[in-house]
């Protein structure tokens, strides 16, 4: 085979190691068109020579990559992926199945971490997590809250208002009716590519068919058993919505766990806790049960929730186990 030279192109989605890269408009070659979406294959076990792809990692690439492509001279719509630019942002899960980092998202400006008021019910240690993935990755999170038509009750709106107080910003809406969509529209458009995750069934599908019904995607039902979302979404897509925005749409998550830091730091992305920690009396409280503690004593004010404390202690935990398991 022969090949052009080398191509930028943003990894648009990827499974069983097959990835659909869009080629940039400002750096393709006069024998490829701008924007086309090569088929591709990563050449051989590196990136580029620089970049090993690390036998733990469960995908060496994900939506959002920015890659360095050499298109098949004969076959212009295939080639292969030589290198992985650097990433200025990441979401990242551990993957207990195959108990290696898993990134869903790569270069996003933004986080859209997505819940439901019911059906399946408001969970807000999940969206905890994934405020923190947000955090951790590098990009700016902000929730939004879908199926506002079935209607809040006071812990929500309580639990919302201590997000808002954090500083992060709360979008609540409704696929179904169409209530809050614009103000999404008007967030998404802000940015040039952000994530949307969430759990199955929480109606990620659905808000995306709002934005941009002329390329509708599945959407799923809903267990009646369980109160939960079957997967509908199998692997992550970059699409395009009407108002030009770029959005990575995720598969749904059932459980997320965190990868990436040491229990020690956990204490210091939780925005709640920032004003606190340097109060502890001890330097390396963990902010669990250690004597003059200022995170705990703050819970005791009521100026931390105390079920986000709860869900950070759960986090904590199963960092700890994963050192433990390590040694």
Not at 87 to 104: C, D, E, F, G, H
């Amino acid at each position: 085979m022969t090949y052009h030279g080398r191509v930028l192109g943003q990894v648009a989605s990827g499974i069983n190691n097959i990835f659909h890269v869009r080629v940039a408009a400002e750096q393709a070659e006069p024998s490829v068109e701008p924007g086309a979406t090569i088929e591709c294959r990563i050449m051989g076990k590196v990136l580029g020579g620089r970049q090993p792809v690390p036998d733990y990692a469960y995908n060496p690439l994900a939506p959002g990559d920015w890659v360095t492509i050499a298109v098949d001279e004969h076959t212009p719509r295939q080639g292969w992926i030589l290198e992985r630019r650097p990433r200025t942002s990441a979401i990242r899960r551990w993957n207990r199945k195959r108990q290696a980092p898993q990134t869903i998202a790569a270069n996003i400006d933004r986080l859209a971490a997505v819940g439901s008021f019911a059906a399946p019910p408001f969970r807000p240690r999940f969206l905890d997590r994934l405020l923190l993935c947000g955090e951790l990755g590098d990009t700016d999170p902000v929730l939004i809250i879908n199926k506002d038509d079935l209607g809040s009750t006071p812990a929500i709106d309580r639990r919302l208002d201590a997000y808002r107080a954090m500083g992060y910003a709360v979008i609540t809406c409704s696929a179904a009716t169409g209530s809050g969509m614009a103000a999404l529209r008007d967030l998404l458009a802000r940015d040039s590519l952000v994530a949307v995750v969430g759990q199955s069934g929480v109606g990620k599908s659905a808000l995306l068919n709002r934005l941009e019904p002329a390329q509708p995607r599945a959407e799923g039902a809903l267990s009646r058993k369980y109160d939960r979302g079957a997967h509908t979404t199998r692997y992550g897509e970059v699409v395009a919505t009407a108002a030009g925005a770029l959005v990575i749409d995720t598969p749904g998550i059932r459980e997320l766990e965190i990868a990436d830091i040491e229990p020690h730091e956990l204490r210091l992305w939780y925005r709640d806790f920032l004003p606190y920690v340097e109060q502890c009396e001890f330097p390396g409280c963990l902010c669990e049960n250690e004597p003059g503690c200022a995170v705990r004593a703050a819970l005791t004010r009521g100026e931390i929730h105390r079920d986000r404390h709860r869900g950070y202690l759960r986090v904590l935990a199963e960092l700890k186990e994963a050192v433990a398991a390590r040694r």
